[in-house]
């Protein structure tokens, strides 16, 4: 199928996404980035982020319609798009879909074809599968959040970039293109169970290795990668900003010291015993210019130094805007879609779906007329019936 320019490479690819909060909406934005025909499914009510609809960018280049699952014919609806989609993701703590009427089962009977994505923190089986949870849980039990931050401080927290969005998101869309792909190919489709905990743990996988061959010690702040080595870390300057070293291989550091002016620690790379002395005479070099002053040094070499910028400085640096890697759209600077294609090239194309404004257009264009119809009133079925990472 041909695509539209600045749709992207999945165009023609349909997507349900029964709404949630989290890794599951970033998923479907970024099959959305990349062309899809995404269309949210938004409960009555919303889902209870704390944010207006028209700044949530991880619904950008999706349509809306709203069903209630909790009426009797909300269901079927449901189904209706299922019987024409290519994936559906949803993000329901295990058995919640089946007892909506909802699940693998219920969709496959009308699409055999169809990838189902489950996306939850714990996976769909384990002691923990039925337990809320959020990013900083999952990461825990991993061992990933163990990795971070100084020894003898508590660890620190990364956001929510490494369990929902790296070891979630980022792997429920590999699964479901890569199950798409073979569903292509046998009309067989299957469900993908995305859980944030096996995700971040595959994440570590070259640390396991390095561990097991005696060259990663099992604790924060003491091997090459965590900010134990001193050419590798960050350090304060004058005005209390940051810059990021990471000098690694042996010309780098050479040219690091040269232009700090530390030429006395030049055999201090691989001598662990004197990196307690490098470390001191790295920091006091930097607490002597301002950020902006040692990023005027180190620009243009290969000394692998950056300086650290704050969400709202990172669109203004110089590299970032040349490729023009964030965009304003409707008024909201945000990150254009990644990764870039030659023949496909992909573009943010809308605004974060209102819920519910493309229910006319989706009942058009996906054949399922009874989207129109105003839904029945259903019996309450409890908090269980949540996003795994809602509200309890």
């Not at 699940?103 to 809320?132: F, I, K, S």
């Not at 530390?262 to 015993?273: G, I, S, V």
């Not at 257009?361 to 989207?371: H, N, S, T």
Request: with cysteine; charged share 20%.
């Amino acid at each position: 199928m041909a695509t539209t320019p600045g749709q992207g490479p999945l165009t023609g690819v349909r997507v349900v996404e029964l709404a949630g909060i989290g890794p599951g909406p970033f998923a479907a934005m970024l099959l959305a980035d990349l062309g899809a025909d995404v269309v949210r499914v938004d409960r009555p009510g919303g889902v209870g982020l704390a944010i207006k609809q028209e700044y949530d960018v991880t619904n950008r280049n999706k349509r809306s319609v709203v069903v209630d699952l909790k009426s009797p014919d909300g269901p079927a609806r449901v189904l209706d798009l299922a019987a024409r989609a290519d994936i559906l993701i949803e993000g329901n703590r295990p058995g919640v879909a089946e007892r909506l009427g909802v699940g693998p089962e219920d969709c496959h009977a009308r699409n055999p074809a169809l990838v189902y994505g489950r996306m939850t923190g714990w996976g769909q089986e384990g002691p923990l599968a039925q337990r809320a949870g959020h990013d900083i849980a999952y990461i825990a039990v991993t061992g990933a959040l163990g990795l971070i931050g100084e020894p003898g401080h508590p660890p620190a927290v990364p956001a929510n970039l490494l369990g929902d969005y790296a070891g979630g998101s980022l792997y429920l869309v590999v699964g479901v293109l890569a199950a798409l792909h073979h569903a292509r190919a046998t009309g067989t489709g299957q469900v993908v169970d995305a859980a944030i905990v096996d995700g971040t743990s595959h994440l570590s996988a070259m640390l396991h290795g390095m561990s097991a061959a005696g060259g990663w010690q099992d604790r924060r702040g003491a091997n090459l990668l965590d900010g134990g080595c001193p050419y590798y870390g960050t350090y304060e300057t004058a005005d209390g900003k940051y810059m990021a070293v990471g000098a690694l291989e042996p010309q780098f550091y050479d040219l690091f010291l040269d232009l700090l002016g530390l030429p006395d620690f030049a055999d201090a790379r691989k001598d662990w015993t004197r990196w307690g002395d490098l470390r001191e005479a790295v920091a006091a070099r930097f607490r002597g210019r301002t950020r902006d002053e040692w990023t005027a040094v180190f620009e243009g070499t290969d000394a692998c130094v950056a300086p650290v910028l704050s969400l709202r400085e990172a669109p203004h640096h110089p590299h970032l805007a040349a490729r023009g890697t964030f965009t304003d759209h409707g008024g909201i600077t945000q990150p254009v879609p990644a990764p870039r294609f030659s023949a496909t090239p992909t573009a943010v194309r809308t605004g974060p779906a209102r819920a519910g404004a493309h229910t006319a257009d989706v009942a058009r264009d996906w054949d399922v007329p009874d989207l129109l119809k105003g839904p029945d009133e259903g019996p309450d079925r409890g908090m269980d019936e949540c996003p795994v990472e809602g509200p309890e």
